[in-house]
């Protein structure tokens, strides 16, 4: 079960508050973190026209990340710079929910031969059922159940052996859900990957803000997922000592 941190845009096109989160991650026992990448028009927007990091400074950021021995991806949503990231390194890319019947793009990416994250968080059973289909057999496609709204109620953890038994490919989890204890909740349903998004504090407002943990949080986060790991155990019964009747005279 890998931990992968998603800094998206939550660095605000800053490279100092970037480095930021850096720093933090890097220093965890996380295995991974992602930055996003939009297609060239999202840039246009007004709220998002000073959003972009360089090429130059992405380069740095993925030689650093892999001289701490962890993986860096790239949520992509414009295919005119998978060659740009493939250039630079990428371990792995994230498709937004979006592109998932996106085959062009998907094809593109499968070039690569990276691991593809696909995100499912706007996408219909029928919609899952024909991607699954055209790419069976494919090693290098995993899935991400998500769900695009801030409820509880709308998490549905039962969907990831769901799509798993659905797909036959490994699923991870995203949150998006403003109550962060279903990141501990979805340990229990073994996705292959937990995503989580993570903001600093020089900020009061971020893209990503409702759901994500506090940069301050992430290494009680981290420890308390691989905790939870190892509480699953095995599908038997095994029998043991009382162990704490002897804790008790002690």
Not at 23 to 32: E, I, K, M, R, V
Not at 134 to 153: C, M, P
Not at 207 to 225: A, M, Q, R, T
Request: charged share 30%; with cysteine; hydrophobic share 35%.
């Amino acid at each position: 079960m890998n931990i992968i941190f998603e800094i998206g845009l939550n660095h605000m096109g800053r490279e100092s508050y970037s480095d930021k989160y850096l720093d933090t991650l890097l220093s965890s026992d996380c295995d991974g973190i992602t930055y996003q990448v939009r297609e060239k028009e999202f840039y246009n927007n007004e709220a998002f026209k000073n959003s972009e990091l360089s090429f130059s400074y992405y380069s740095d950021v993925i030689k650093k990340t892999h001289s701490r021995g962890k993986k860096f991806g790239i949520a992509l949503a414009d295919e005119n710079l998978i060659d740009n990231f493939e250039n630079m390194g990428v371990d792995f890319y994230k498709v937004l929910s979006w592109d998932l019947s996106n085959y062009k793009f998907i094809n593109k990416l499968l070039k690569t031969n990276k691991p593809i994250y696909v995100s499912t968080g706007m996408s219909s059973i029928e919609e899952i059922i024909d991607f699954s289909k055209k790419y069976n057999g494919t090693d290098n496609i995993r899935l991400i159940h998500t769900q695009l709204s801030f409820d509880v109620e709308d998490v549905h953890l039962k969907a990831i052996p769901y799509l798993r038994e659905l797909s036959s490919f490994p699923v991870g989890f995203l949150s998006h859900c403003k109550n962060p204890m279903v990141i501990y909740s979805s340990v229990s349903f073994e996705p292959s990957d937990i995503f989580i998004y993570v903001t600093a504090d020089e900020e009061k407002k971020h893209p990503d803000e409702p759901h994500s943990i506090k940069l301050i949080d992430v290494d009680e986060f981290v420890n308390n997922i691989r905790d939870l790991k190892l509480s699953i155990g095995k599908k038997t019964k095994i029998k043991m000592e009382n162990i704490l009747d002897k804790e008790n005279l002690k």
